[in-house]
């Protein structure tokens, strides 16, 4: 069997034990557990230059990890990658902050890793890059004479032809594409958008599969939707229901419904909308008063890039009002913590919740839906409200999906989900649990690998 290589911009430590460590490094690690290769970048940035690349061995995974030095982390990573692509792709143009500088900067770094990661490469090893962080560094590896299968996974979204035009120099990156095999995304709406953007913009023809004929061979654009180790962490879910944590949880609440909101604290995630959603709960359903708590848990993220510093100020601000206009001396509306919280606590506070509050302005997938729906107790479950713009809701059409710009509708599928019968509940938890139990991280990987290997 061919060897599994895994590039990605950060690259886990193997004994990450961590609030972050993720499903996704869970699943990933999975299909590496047989001696695949694990590279990218390692999180520090080197004091001087650029330096080698170090490696560790753990459970049969080689992690073999690059510094950045500052200029590169500024233009590569604080600049392009997250000034230009992120907004971009989430459909924000007017976040964007591009500069020239930035894109070249990001050009090199891709090539400094395709350098380094050549000489790491065996003949015959499947090579799987994931993220807008990397997009140049397939054909990089070209260049240098790589002939190995190459894949790549955009973890966001893509956008329509109109919108990719804005990106300056945008041709060259749509060309990058073209280098790999085969080119996955979470849905079948971001691999149209992309496909259009090869017709319309390249001038090349997208067979109806995704195969396109480039002028070096054939890439296959397809959809392939990531999921979560559902049942290993509805496994830490119904341990953590007994945890410290969660049982002062719950006495906190003191009979009250929990509303949850996990994030990264990102513009993207809709925490504005969703901040004035439940003053607007408070206000036009005033029967909820006193009997919900929304938790909002949004760990900081990006705080190099000043967009992120403005949200934090914005939601500093909003949750200030929600409960200077609604608290009362024994009840606080709404609990906002920018700290990250471990991941077995999560899974506790997720089971514990009435109501599971994913309102994305736009997202990739979102994998807190998924872990919601896994946490959920199969006799007594919570609602989840779901944005139609997180890729996640092609497939869990069984939750309150909601317009994410309408506080107004975020609120009344609030009031649903809190007056919805327990029949109701539990017959739509069910169905969106027979989705998350079977497109897991594992089907993921293995979905993708089948068509790498192909
Ligand atoms: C990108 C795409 C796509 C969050 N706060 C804490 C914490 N988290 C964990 C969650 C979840 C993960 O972080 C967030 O994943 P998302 O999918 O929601 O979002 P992004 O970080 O934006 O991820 C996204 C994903 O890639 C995978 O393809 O779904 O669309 O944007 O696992 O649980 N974990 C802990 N403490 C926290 O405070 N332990």
């Known amino acids: 069997m061919a060897r599994i290589v ?70 590569f990573y604080v600049g392009f990658a997250n000034s230009t692509l992120w907004p971009l792709l989430h459909f924000r143009l007017g976040l964007i902050d591009f500069k020239r500088e930035d894109l070249e900067g990001y050009i090199e770094v891709n090539r400094t890793y395709a350098a380094a990661l050549a000489l790491e490469l065996r003949p015959d090893d499947l090579v799987w890059i994931h993220d807008y962080h990397l997009i140049p560094l397939g054909q990089e590896l070209r260049k240098l004479g790589v002939k ?25 990156l749509l060309r990058a594409f073209c280098a790999y095999d085969v080119v996955g995304f979470q849905t079948d709406e971001h691999r149209r958008d992309f496909l259009d953007c090869i017709e319309q913009i390249l001038g090349l023809k997208a067979e109806s599969d995704g195969q396109v004929e480039t002028s070096t061979g054939r890439m296959q654009a397809i959809a392939n939707p990531i999921g979560i180790d559902a049942r290993g962490f509805a496994a830490l879910a119904t341990k953590a229901e007994r945890s410290p944590e ?18 990264r604290l990102d513009y993207s995630k809709g925490l504005p909308n969703r901040f004035d959603a439940f003053g607007r ?52 509306p709404l609990r906002y913590m920018t700290r990250a919280v471990g991941r077995n606590t999560l899974a506790g506070f997720y089971r514990a919740a009435r109501i599971g509050l994913v309102t994305p302005l736009r997202d990739g ?38 317009n994410p710009f309408d506080p107004d509708e975020i609120a009344e599928a609030m009031h649903q989900a809190l007056i919805m019968p327990l029949d109701e509940r539990k017959d739509r938890m069910a169905r969106l649990r027979g989705r998350v139990f079977t497109v897991t991280a594992e089907a993921y990987c293995r979905e993708f690998l089948k068509a790498l290997a192909a």
């Open 365 to 402: 997938m979102n994998l807190v839906a998924k872990e919601f729906i896994a946490a959920q107790d199969d006799n007594d479950p919570g609602v989840l409200v779901l944005s139609r713009f997180a890729g996640a809701a092609e497939d869990l059409s069984e939750a309150l999906i909601v």
């Open 6 to 75: 895994i590039v990605s911009n950060r690259v886990p430590s193997p004994n990450e034990r961590g609030p972050r460590a993720g499903g996704l490094a869970v699943g990933l690690a999975d299909a590496l557990k047989d001696g695949g290769l694990w590279f990218g970048w390692s999180g520090e940035i080197a004091k001087t230059s650029r330096s080698e690349v170090k490696r560790v061995e753990a459970d049969g995974i080689t992690y073999a990890t690059i510094d950045l030095c500052q200029e590169d982390y500024d233009r």
């Open 246 to 263: 969660t049982q002062r949880l719950k006495a906190s609440l003191v009979g009250r419904a929990l509303v949850i909101g996990v994030d």
């Open 148 to 172: 190995n299968r190459l894949g790549f996974f955009l973890h966001i979204p893509f956008v329509p032809a109109s919108l990719f035009t804005a990106l300056p120099q945008g041709n060259q």
């Open 281 to 332: 709960l408070l206000n036009s359903f005033p029967e909820h008063r006193q009997k919900v708590s929304y938790l909002q848990i949004a760990a900081r993220s990006r705080e190099d890039v000043s967009e992120y510093q403005a949200i934090r100020r914005e939601l500093d601000r909003k949750a200030g009002n929600i409960n200077g206009r609604f608290a009362e001396f024994d009840w606080v």
